[in-house]
Nanobody, 126 residues
Framework: QVQLVESGGGLVQAGDSLRLSCAAS????????VGWFRQAPGNEREFVVG????????SYADSVKGRFTISRDNAKNSVNLQMNSLKPEDTAAYYC???????????????????WGQGTQVTVSS
């Protein structure tokens, strides 16, 4: 079983940047597809961005395309999420999740992911 820990959340102003990290232990994260999801109070958990196990396929929600970038840092056994030009509507708890199947594509469905981190809060003020 892989354990995931998110970090890097915080309070920022609109237009600022933030970098989230998803650090894994217990297993090698490069063997898992990884997705980032977010959930604001009263809202459904939504897909933000994902990367397949190989790192050669990514998928972005339209709302973050051009602003967010996902990447793997295999040396640190982690996946990063660079968030630029943050907007108040980006405010949410952000979760990383690992897909135990070595899929060559990125799944946008939360139910596909087997392991989840505890979340990190991102708050963007206007």
């Amino acid at each position: 079983q892989v354990q995931l820990v998110e970090s890097g959340g915080g309070l920022v102003q609109a237009g600022d940047s933030l970098r989230l990290s998803c650090a894994a232990s217990g297993r090698t994260l490069s063997n898992y597809g990884v997705g980032w999801f977010r959930q604001a109070p009263g809202n459904e958990r939504e897909f933000v961005v994902g990367i397949n196990w190989n790192g050669d396929r990514t998928s972005y929600a339209d709302s973050v395309k051009g602003r967010f970038t996902i990447s793997r840092d295999n040396a640190k056994n982690s996946v990063n999420l660079q968030m630029n030009s943050l907007k108040p509507e980006d405010t949410a708890a952000y979760y990383c999740a690992a897909d135990s199947e070595r899929r060559w594509y990125v799944s946008l469905r939360p139910g596909v992911y087997n392991y989840w981190g505890q979340g990190t809060q991102v708050t963007v003020s206007s």
